[in-house]
């Protein structure tokens, strides 16, 4: 479960814990400053979850207009969606709006890979750079595709998974 804090930009009130939505209403409604005065802005942070979410959180930059949005995202999507965001937001410069929940429509290639020698093998094996026998696989070289791949391929490390990506 997610918990996340709400803290007021006013200085001379408390702010508070809350997991959803409703508490969250509730405990905003009931927040006074010490002159009494309602408190109307937070600032929304990131306390307990998971690694992934806590990224995610981030990436997006969650505030007060649109917490809702990524409370219920946490809860309906898969973790490739979320590493998609990650990266797209992130890494590739798109903005993203979380209101229209559309997070397959980035146009960027991700691989759960350790590292780009990785996808060079990989590459290889699946016979982008032509067909190449295996009897001559073992004399190319590997770290020399893996540079080459570095000019358009970039990696990224998501809650302790190793990704590498290229934003088209």
Same mark, same amino acid.
């Given at each position: 479960?997610?918990?996340?804090?709400a803290?007021?930009?006013?200085?001379?009130?408390?702010?508070?814990?809350?997991?959803t939505?409703?508490?969250?209403?509730?405990?905003?409604?009931?927040?006074?400053?010490?002159?009494?005065?309602?408190?109307?802005?937070?600032?929304?942070?990131?306390?307990?979850?998971?690694?992934?979410?806590?990224?995610?959180?981030?990436?997006?930059?969650?505030? @007060?207009?649109?917490?809702?949005?990524?409370?219920?995202? &946490? !809860?309906?999507?898969?973790? $490739?969606?979320? =590493?998609?965001?990650?990266i797209?937001?992130?890494?590739c410069?798109y903005?993203?709006?979380?209101?229209?929940?559309?997070?397959d429509?980035?146009?960027?290639?991700?691989?759960?890979?350790?590292?780009?020698?990785?996808?060079?093998?990989e590459?290889?094996?699946?016979?982008?750079?032509?067909?190449?026998?295996?009897?001559? @696989?073992?004399?190319?070289?590997?770290?020399?595709?893996? &540079? !080459?791949?570095?000019?358009? $391929?970039?990696? =990224?490390?998501?809650?302790?998974?190793?990704?590498?990506?290229?934003?088209?």
């Open positions: 479960m997610i918990q996340l804090f803290q007021p930009y006013d200085i001379s009130a408390n702010g508070f814990f809350f997991q939505v409703e508490e969250y209403q509730i405990k905003r409604n009931q927040c006074t400053n010490d002159y009494g005065q309602a408190v109307e802005e937070f600032e929304i942070q990131f306390i307990d979850g998971n690694d992934l979410d806590c990224e995610y959180f981030n990436a997006l930059g969650v505030h @007060q207009g649109n917490f809702h949005d990524f409370l219920d995202t &946490c !809860d309906e999507w898969e973790e $490739y969606q979320k =590493i998609t965001v990650i797209a937001v992130g890494e410069g903005h993203f709006d979380l209101a229209a929940y559309e997070p429509n980035f146009e960027i290639d991700i691989y759960k890979m350790d590292n780009m020698k990785e996808l060079a093998y590459f290889v094996e699946q016979g982008l750079f032509g067909e190449i026998p295996e009897r001559i @696989q073992c004399y190319l070289d590997f770290d020399a595709i893996a &540079c !080459d791949l570095s000019i358009d $391929y970039s990696e =990224i490390s998501i809650a302790g998974k190793n990704f590498v990506y290229r934003c088209c």
